[in-house]
């Protein structure tokens, strides 16, 4: 099944579903092995792992290799931060092309200006542009596809500009008509009262997807019964590797040698793993021999 047929399923699969965020192609495959069925290609995470910020200074192009390498390396299908799009109607078209070509399943483009800003630093910048704009971009990815199973899933940051739900409503509706194939809620708070009280008067028009980062404690039940089709889980393996990477650098500092830290790192083994470094042997074995052989048929001609 392509990966793209598979998001589509995924959304309306009538489950909730969960995708867990990757930055590069390691991540995405380890992703993948932990049973995943999707993955949220970042750009909060994938332009932190660059050493910046998420606000669109790394280039679309930029975002793309690393996005092509993350699907050169994964079977399961790859939903892509659009952010805004990165320009208007005609760079999403581009982008869209340049995503197929990729086999990335799906992107996600939000409502903010270009360049936008990560939704939860607090400075200034955080401007909607216009439904009409915005619905504009969705239009163009739904015209410009050619895969008919590519997902675009329109988020509106309605409510992390400080507006009130009927804005983000009546702004996903607009979404949903302008060819939408789901839509993201995104919610700042510390509860999900905001998204679930968005959910009832959605009335199930087309998939919600969310982004539980600041009400993670919300019981997955909550998300259940408030027919959430997606959850995107969007920071948690960058997170991981901090956190990871400092106490490891930690201890081989205090310590002068790695012995302490043995437990906390993976095996050279385990990188070979997960490059797969095997499938290169068995290639090896095939064309090496097959090299030999040509060269002793060679050599026989010759005598
Ligand atoms: C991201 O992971 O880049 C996102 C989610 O867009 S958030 O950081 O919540 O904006
Ligand atoms: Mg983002």
């Known amino acids: 099944m392509p990966k793209s047929n598979s998001i589509k399923n995924?959304?309306?699969?009538?489950?909730?579903?969960?995708?867990?965020?990757?930055?590069?192609?390691?991540?995405?495959?380890?992703?993948?092995?932990?049973?995943?069925?999707?993955i949220w290609a970042s750009g909060l995470t994938s332009s932190a792992s660059l050493g910046l910020r998420d606000c669109n200074e790394a280039s679309w192009t930029q975002t793309l290799d690393i996005l092509e390498f993350m699907s050169d390396h994964t079977s399961i299908p790859i939903l892509f931060d659009g952010d805004s799009g990165f320009g208007n109607f005609n760079n999403?078209?581009?982008?869209?092309?340049?995503?197929?070509?990729?086999?990335?399943?799906?992107v996600c483009?939000?409502?903010?200006?270009?360049?936008?800003?990560?939704?939860?630093?607090?400075?200034?910048?955080?401007?909607?542009?216009?439904?009409?704009?915005?619905?504009?971009?969705?239009?163009?990815?739904?015209?410009?596809?050619?895969?008919?199973?590519?997902?675009?899933?329109?988020?509106?940051e309605a409510l992390i500009t400080g507006n009130d739900i009927n804005e983000a409503l009546d702004r996903c509706y607009?979404?949903?008509?302008?060819?939408?194939?789901?839509?993201?809620?995104?919610?700042?708070?510390?509860?999900?009262?905001?998204?679930?009280?968005f959910t009832r008067q959605w009335n199930n028009l087309c998939p919600v997807v969310i982004v539980p980062t600041t009400y993670d404690k919300?019981?997955?039940?909550?998300?259940?019964?408030?027919?959430?089709?997606l959850v995107l889980w969007a920071n948690h393996m960058l997170r991981a590797s901090i956190e990871g990477m400092k106490?490891?650098?930690?201890?081989?500092?205090?310590?002068?040698?790695?012995i302490a830290a043995d437990n906390m790192i993976a095996p050279l083994e385990e990188i070979f793993r997960l490059q797969n470094v095997s499938e290169l042997e068995e290639a090896e074995h095939i064309y090496y021999s097959y090299a030999k052989d040509i060269d002793f048929l060679k050599a026989q001609r010759a005598a």
Do not use: W
């Open 10 to 38: 995924i959304l309306q699969s009538g489950r909730l579903e969960f995708f867990l965020e990757a930055h590069n192609a390691l991540s995405a495959r380890i992703v993948e092995e932990a049973g995943f069925s999707g």
């Open 92 to 106: 999403v078209r581009r982008l869209v092309k340049k995503l197929e070509q990729r086999q990335i399943a799906g």
């Open 109 to 156: 483009l939000e409502d903010k200006e270009y360049p936008k800003k990560n939704s939860f630093i607090a400075s200034e910048g955080q401007a909607l542009i216009s439904a009409g704009e915005f619905a504009s971009k969705i239009k163009a990815v739904k015209d410009t596809q050619i895969d008919p199973h590519f997902c675009v899933v329109a988020r509106t």
């Open 174 to 197: 607009m979404y949903h008509q302008a060819g939408a194939d789901a839509v993201l809620i995104h919610s700042k708070k510390k509860t999900a009262d905001e998204i679930i009280s």
């Open 218 to 229: 919300t019981p997955i039940s909550a998300f259940e019964e408030a027919n959430i089709s």
């Open 247 to 258: 106490k490891v650098a930690a201890s081989i500092f205090a310590h002068k040698t790695p």
